[in-house]
């Protein structure tokens, strides 16, 4: 049976593409990670995604191809699944695409459990989280640091400074 180049199997193509890109970046990211950390609730969202694209898809909702398009999406989720997580020379890893250090405002640490902490890396209308081991921290800090990242006591006290400037300007 041939394969028709129309919407379902452009569908297809396409997410064919995605796991291809994924596959790339998941040895790219592989090799850049300096500090590793992982995703909170990352793996629970993946297989909700998951299952809801793969019931839409045998409900006819998406292609006609429901068997090619889930084994895609399927390979899809495996893949953001197990591509690494952490801190990179370019930034924060934390999926398919990576948070670049210079669209980060701040960072600030906060305990997660017993034995891990929380990074929260704070960026115009959105955060990323990582978890790392609580002896991972300075680790993380000082990589943090090293790329021009403010901590959060920094950042505040440049804002208040930049405002304290602002208003003895107007006088």
Avoid at 72 to 98: M, N, Q
Wanted: hydrophobic share 50%.
């Amino acid at each position: 049976m041939p394969f028709p180049l129309d919407f379902d199997s452009g569908l297809v193509i396409l997410m064919a593409a995605f796991d291809i890109y994924l596959i790339i970046r998941f040895f790219q990211f592989r090799k850049q990670i300096i500090v590793r950390g992982t995703v909170p609730a990352r793996l629970i969202m993946l297989v909700i995604i998951c299952i809801v694209f793969c019931v839409q898809a045998y409900r006819g909702a998406f292609t006609r191809y429901a068997w090619a398009f889930n084994i895609t999406v399927i390979l899809a989720v495996l893949l953001i699944a197990v591509t690494p997580c952490g801190l990179s020379k370019e930034g924060i890893l934390s999926g398919v695409f990576p948070t670049l250090w210079s669209k980060i405002y701040y960072y600030e640490f906060e305990p997660y459990s017993e034995k891990k902490i929380r990074l929260r890396a704070h960026l115009a209308t959105s955060e990323r989280n990582l978890i790392f081991d609580k002896d991972k921290q300075a680790q993380a800090e000082a990589h943090l640091i090293a790329n021009n990242v403010l901590s959060f006591a920094k950042y505040k006290e440049l804002s208040k400074a930049r405002r304290e400037g602002r208003n003895s300007g107007k006088k």
